[in-house]
């Protein structure tokens, strides 16, 4: 059984805890915070500390702490010569403090506190500089999930980039969509079933064959209407980048000079 410690518990600790607490091949030993918080019901049977000598012994610590802290708390670990990893995506392994083994378990989906994730199709992206050690976070990351790849920081970083451009853009665009409806009393679930079918789409088609819209279509007449709607909006200039890296990408994709 591989014993477990975690090292913070913001929204990917949390998960993280949640799921590894409830397999029969891990044992979560303890919960460290630097401050008191209340765990939820689910994790709340884990012992829990709020100091840095008492962490007790384990094959595993994950570091689950915001990226610009991880450096200094690892420094700051009262212990030698452990397999410490941290669950950032874009903060490379090296970052970590000499005086333990260095490595990444870094799960590549988004988390948010209230809402529950099945981390079996979750890709679980690994680092370490030991080969015992890589094989022992295959190990626990096949306890998650089903897809476990080695992947170096400086991939793993451009990993992440693109990450950003999927997900949490895509969320942007979202909040713009809502705002819109919201100033013309229109409801947001209007657009729940394109969203979904756009993300369907991409199961079977790549992006490039699955956008459709005005910019695609280089219909001015529609894009001249919507900018003119978005005059005194700060999406206006949004909407016009957005349209024109489309209208780039496309002009590319046929060979032509922009």
């Known amino acids: 059984m591989i014993r477990i410690v ?3 518990f913001g929204n990917v600790g949390y998960h993280l805890c949640n799921t590894l607490h409830n397999s029969n091949k891990v044992s979560v030993c303890q919960i460290f915070n630097r401050s008191v918080i209340f765990l939820p019901s689910e994790v709340a049977s884990i012992p829990f500390t709020t100091k840095l ?3 007790v012994e384990a094959d595993i610590y994950i570091i689950a702490i915001p990226d610009d802290a991880i450096a200094s708390f690892s420094e700051n670990l009262p212990f030698q010569n452990k397999l410490v990893v941290h669950t950032s995506g ?5 970052i970590l403090a000499e005086k333990n083994r260095k490595g990444v378990f870094y799960p590549l989906q988004t988390f948010s506190k209230n809402r529950a994730v099945s981390f079996s199709d979750v890709p ?13 976070l295959t190990t626990l990351g096949e306890v998650l999930s089903e897809k476990v790849i080695t992947v170096a920081s400086e991939v793993r970083l451009k990993l992440h980039l693109a990450a950003v451009f999927v997900n949490n853009f895509t969320n942007h665009m979202y909040t713009i ?3 819109i409806l919201e100033e013309n009393q ?4 209007l657009l729940q079933p394109l969203i979904a079918e756009t993300a369907r789409k991409i199961e079977t088609l790549s992006p490039s064959e699955a956008q459709t819209g005005p910019a695609k279509r280089k219909d001015v007449k529609t894009i001249e209407k919507h900018l003119h709607l978005l005059k005194d909006s700060p999406y206006k200039t949004v909407y016009e ?3 024109n890296a489309i209208q780039e990408k496309q002009n590319t994709s046929h060979g032509k000079k922009l």
């Not at 874009?90 to 090296?94: D, F, G, H, L």
């Not at 690994?126 to 890589?134: A, G, K, N, R």
């Not at 229109?186 to 679930?189: A, C, K």
């Open 186 to 189: 229109l409801p947001f679930n």
């Open 53 to 55: 000598s008492e962490i």
């Open 241 to 243: 980048e957005i349209t």
């Open 124 to 136: 679980i992206c690994i680092e370490t500089e030991q080969p015992s050690d890589e094989t022992l």
């Open 6 to 8: 975690f090292l913070g």
């Open 90 to 94: 874009s903060v490379p392994m090296n």
């Open 177 to 179: 969509g809502s705002a």
